[in-house]
């Protein structure tokens, strides 16, 4: 019973009065966009008293809680790569969800019959007035196969979260009076409330809905999606299973011209009774419907049955709906005919709801079929898809899906949206078809979805009708549906709280739940325009959402941080340079232009482009030029050519040489000032430094990259650059009259320096390293190799080697950048990136910012953006792709920094695919190709067997999205 207040107590004596019983202790406050509260409650099976009830001046509306609801149900977990956060870690710690409370929603859990499965640390069952004892039995199975999706200890079969406290709230119930229906839709609502109020879930799992098709349970206004909004208010992040509806033929959706009619084919597979319901969102439109069997009118507005537009929720949606009074059988003709009465165009869904029913459409559509609880705003709703194609049961009989059920596929049966009021659903999607689970010693199987070892029942007659149950051993079983998708993402958001709780001392809010689990979703083999409400944002990536975390936190506190017309701020000034960093930030991530902060950061930038070329509102004109152009450049936008051009040109004409009054023998030949128009002069001498230059051959160096066919940097340009840096290295034999110290460092200009007295420091020689690189210097030339000795001598993260914690997050982007130029993954030992990224996520904040060290780094969106760039120079972005190509007679082999293997099995004469995400086309076909998708940093090894004598010709390219 809905109410916009909450009931008085003499409001509650006067239902009292009329032999209603409210459950007071489960009053739901409106919460978001739900304006009503609701009070579950027992209302006598009388129409006259419903309806009297109905009337009361205080009471909003009824809704039946008696809607019966079912259940949505080794390779699957790699595939999200939850494995290597729990067995190899991420910034120095393992997580395998301890201490984090994850409540289940489902049949009951049987731990008793699997070594593997822990102890729940609660349990309830709830009973049902019809039940007089507490059956605490697993007799579906459902239950403990989804609870051991995330807690499995076993090796073989190891669950994504196998240290989570576990808490099963069991809603299964095999003996209802009413004739096919296990468990209700009240049973959601009380166990939901109860996770957060009474056992203090962090995360909920709910493999459940509801298939009665009203709106309301399209669109989350019912009362079990309420529920779910209640309890992600309360701070539990909700997960629940989208549905198995998207195959099932029993939804319609389309468009009816105004003053028409359209007739739809229905298929009657069996004798049973249907229920259909019609459902649009205009109340000055009319719509009915009418069926026919074998052409002759049987069920018409105002039959017995029919009730015409009921107005079903606040959102405006009306239906109208049917259950006829007599079954279907099989062998008649049925249609069904929708009618517009209005004078416009109106949109519709057309539903056929009864389960177990064999009635289905002709023309069916997939799309907005979720249902409730997984239409809720605050629900994360997971749909399935394909990780394994076939199993092997305990006989060693394979069983294989038909054809269409395709590895890294959508499965057929994954419910899309969007819901009825628009919203995109499912948010992501997770491994959901022929997964291997525990098993229930209370539950029956059949015998095909049995494997490997334990004590089990199963049927031992194939599912056949009147099979025996008998005794087997086996402790795991195959089962498939968005059920079993669920729980993956369940336990990977137990991971992602127990890393907050490490690295920031606090849980993730639902909302930043969801934000990182979606923006780190996996679509590197999804076409580009990919259906969003069938895949959500993607495939489920465990490993990428725990390790882009902090990033993902530190770019969402950047977000905030954007002026309305899309600038940062620095100095109280909007700026380009700090808006083309946090543009960059964006970008190196794989945010692109697409996003509104990215997209009003570039216009905003090229708004600030002069006729000269260069892009500045201020005087730094080469620190904002250079970062511009590694903005525009990082887009890949091909549009953007012509403006780059513009500020490359200006670049290059800053550049100090003849034309602008310095000789080769002046100390600042070659490099760049902050802006043009610094005379040379006795007293002054110019200027240029290495800080300004390092950037700007930095952007040159890219915007060469860009397009590569178009010569824009000539060479020149790089020979004087070269001369500059050289003088910045304290090296006597390549620059022996600017040299203090001879120790190969690098300074900040030739023969002086602001900071450490002449001494080199760590800032200013990995800048030089990144402008011998980029000016073509070879890696075993003396200036290189002598700079890299002594960033090894004096290797710290924690300090800009000596001077302290000056620049200290400028520093260390600028050790990343240097280090993947020039290839270097280990510096004297250490692991530098790991090591670096260990202590910057050790320096955030808990709001996801870094605080600028010293004046140079403040605001501290600077620091910020540093530490990001830092970050993301070992961070592949999205839609990344390696393809090795072997056209010869040779098997080709890829091995990846993990040590997991593609190519030919000699031992097995199979092929291994070891590495998630793999395709491989050999061996014996000609060109051999081994695609990698969502490769991981490190270095991929690559072998070579040969076949017999002859040319080789290998290939290795990389790509993001289609360049």
Not at 40 to 58: G, R, T, Y
Not at 592 to 604: F, G, L, Q, Y
Not at 820 to 837: A, F, K, N
């Amino acid at each position: 019973i809905y109410f916009d207040h909450k009931p008085t107590s003499d409001e509650i004596r006067e239902l009292n009065d009329l032999s209603v019983s409210l459950d007071m202790d489960y009053w739901t406050p409106p919460v978001g966009s739900h304006p009503y509260g609701f009070v579950p409650a027992v209302i006598p099976a009388n129409m006259s008293l419903i309806e009297k009830v109905a009337s009361l001046d205080f009471v909003v509306r009824i809704s039946s809680a008696e809607k019966p609801i079912v259940p949505f149900l080794d390779e699957s977990v790699p595939a999200t790569r939850a494995d290597i956060i729990r067995d190899i870690g991420i910034y120095g710690n393992r997580y395998n969800g301890s201490g984090v409370r994850v409540a289940v929603i489902d049949t009951g859990y049987d731990c008793l019959n699997n070594q593997y499965l822990k102890e729940p640390t609660d349990r309830h069952h709830y009973i049902p007035l019809w039940f007089d004892d507490e059956n605490i039995a697993d007799e579906d199975g459902h239950g403990t196969h989804v609870a051991g999706i995330i807690v499995n200890s076993n090796d073989t079969y190891k669950g994504i979260a196998p240290g989570v406290d576990l808490i099963i709230l069991d809603i299964h119930t095999q003996n209802h009076p009413l004739p096919g229906i296990g468990e209700v839709y009240h049973d959601l609502v009380v166990p939901i409330r109860d996770a957060v109020d009474k056992y203090d879930a962090d995360v909920i799992s709910i493999s459940y809905g509801t298939y009665k098709d009203i709106a309301s349970h399209r669109n989350g206004e019912d009362a079990v999606s309420h529920e779910v909004d209640y309890a992600k208010s309360k701070g539990a992040t909700v997960i629940v299973s989208a549905g198995n509806d998207a195959d099932d033929n029993k939804h319609i959706h389309g468009v009816i011209p105004a003053g028409t009619c359209i007739t739809y084919r229905i298929n009657t597979l069996e004798n049973s009774t249907p229920h259909f319901y019609l459902v649009w969102n205009n109340s000055s439109v009319d719509l009915d419907f009418q069926l026919y069997r074998d052409g002759q009118l049987v069920y018409k507005p105002g039959d017995t049955g029919y009730h015409d537009n009921w107005n079903l929720d606040g959102k405006g949606f009306l239906d109208d709906n049917l259950e006829p009074t007599s079954p279907f059988r099989t062998g008649e003709d049925w249609t069904i005919e929708i009618i517009n009465n209005g004078d416009s165009d109106q949109e519709f869904d057309l539903y056929q709801d009864n389960y177990g029913a064999g009635v289905t459409f002709v023309d069916a559509t997939s799309d907005r079929t979720l249902t409730a609880p997984a239409v809720a705003e605050g629900a994360i709703a997971v749909g399935s898809y394909v990780t394994k194609s076939r199993w092997t049961d305990y006989t060693g009989q394979v069983w294989t899906y038909t054809p269409s059920v395709r590895v890294g596929e959508l499965s057929p049966f994954s419910s899309r949206g969007p819901t009825l009021d628009g919203r995109i659903k499912p948010e992501i999607v997770a491994p959901g078809q022929a997964i291997v689970s525990a098993s229930s010693r209370d539950a029956s199987y059949d015998d095909r979805t049995v494997v490997d070892t334990g004590t089990h029942f199963i049927d031992s007659n194939g599912g056949s009708p009147g099979g025996t149950i008998t005794e087997l051993t086996s402790g795991w079983v195959v089962m498939q549906g968005t059920s079993m998708a669920a729980p993956h993402v369940t336990g990977a958001v137990a991971l992602l709280i127990q890393e907050f709780r490490e690295l920031y001392g606090r849980d993730p809010t639902p909302d930043e739940v969801k934000k990182i689990i979606t923006l780190t979703a996996n679509t590197t083999d999804l076409p580009q325009n990919f259906n969003r409400n069938a895949w959500g944002a993607g495939k489920l990536d465990v490993y990428r959402a725990l390790r882009d975390a902090p990033l993902i936190m530190g770019l969402e506190w950047l977000r905030s941080q954007q002026n309305p017309d899309g600038s940062w701020t620095y100095s109280g000034e909007e700026n380009v340079g700090l808006t083309a960093m946090a543009t960059l930030a964006f970008l190196n991530y794989g945010i692109d232009e697409n996003d509104p902060t990215v997209r009003k950061a570039i216009d905003w930038i090229l708004s600030k482009q002069q006729a000269d070329g260069k892009i500045t509102n201020g005087w730094y004109h080469n620190y904002d030029t250079s970062l511009a152009v590694l903005a525009l450049v990082a887009t890949r936008n091909e549009s953007y050519y012509d403006e780059i051009k513009k500020a490359v040109d200006f670049l290059i004409e800053l550049q100090n040489d003849e034309d602008e009054g310095y000789t080769p023998d002046n100390k600042y030949y070659g490099g760049w000032p902050y802006c043009e128009g610094i005379e040379v002069d006795e007293w002054w001498g110019g200027w240029a430094d290495l800080s300004n230059s390092q950037f700007t051959m930095l952007a040159l160096h890219y915007a060469e990259q860009f397009n590569p066919n178009d010569k824009i940097v000539p060479d020149e340009v790089w020979d004087k650059a070269e001369i500059f840096v050289t003088r910045c290295q304290n090296r006597e034999e390549s620059n022996p009259d600017y040299n203090f110290y001879d120790d190969g460092g690098f300074i900040y200009q030739p023969g002086s320096t602001i900071w450490a007295g002449g001494r080199s420091y760590a800032s200013m020689t990995t800048a030089g390293l990144w402008g011998l690189y980029t000016c073509g210097v070879s890696r075993t030339d003396g200036r290189v190799m002598d700079a890299w000795e002594w960033i090894e001598n004096n290797y710290h993260i924690d300090q800009n080697y000596p001077i302290g914690n000056q620049f200290l997050y400028y520093y260390l982007y600028g050790l990343a950048k240097a280090c993947v130029l020039w290839d270097v993954t280990e510096i004297g030992g250490h692991d530098w990136y790991q090591e670096m990224s260990e202590f910057l996520i050790n320096k955030q904040e808990d709001d996801g910012h870094w605080e600028g060290t010293d004046p140079w780094e403040e605001p501290d969106t600077v620091a910020t953006c540093w530490a990001l760039l830092a970050l993301e120079s070992k961070v592949i972005p999205k839609n990344t792709y390696l393809v090795f190509e072997v056209r010869s007679p040779a098997d080709l082999h890829v091995y990846d920094p993990m040590g997991r293997h593609v190519g030919i099995n000699y031992t097995t004469g199979g092929v291994d695919i070891e590495i998630p995400g793999a395709n491989y086309s050999g061996p014996g076909t000609e060109p051999q190709i081994i695609n990698i998708t969502n490769p991981i940093a490190g270095t991929y090894r690559v072998k070579l067997v040969g076949r017999e004598e002859g040319n080789y010709t290998y290939t290795v390219r990389g790509l993001i999205g289609d360049r």
